[in-house]
């Protein structure tokens, strides 16, 4: 699976954007697990959201964001609302097969990875 990871940019707090994840090379469907993870300067790697029929979120990011799939269209989105600076980082997708709930924020189980697309919160 290649994945492309789009709509990054800058925003001011308080603003939202939509990230898209689009994959090629293999349909989309329930049982591919797609996360969105996140790298702030000079921090490490960190979850954000993952979906396959139902999704998780990261405690900072739950109530503003919502991850949404459609298998369709090989695609999903991350909807980012009441974007705060400390949301600053690059954001990459990622995939994988089969992954249990709980392991979603795992990036090691993540076969798949997609270039990041850039995020700024500032005003």
């Known amino acids: 699976v290649q994945l492309q990871a789009s709509g990054g940019g800058l925003v001011q707090p308080g603003g939202s954007l939509r990230l898209s994840c689009r994959g090629s090379g293999r349909t989309f469907n329930n049982n591919l697990v797609v996360g969105w993870f996140r790298q702030a300067p000079g921090q490490e790697r960190e979850f954000v959201s993952a979906?396959?029929?139902?999704?998780r979120y990261s405690d900072s990011v739950r109530g503003r964001f919502t991850i949404s799939r459609d298998n369709a269209k090989n695609t999903v989105t991350l909807q980012m609302n009441n974007l705060k600076p400390e949301d600053t980082a690059v954001y990459y997708c990622?995939?994988?097969?089969?992954?249990?709930?709980?392991?979603?924020?795992?990036?090691?189980?993540?076969?798949?990875w997609g270039q990041g697309t850039k995020v700024t919160v500032s005003s």
């Open positions: 990622a995939a994988a097969s089969s992954l249990i709930f709980s392991t979603f924020v795992d990036q090691g189980k993540y076969t798949y």
């Open positions: 979906i396959r029929s139902s999704a």
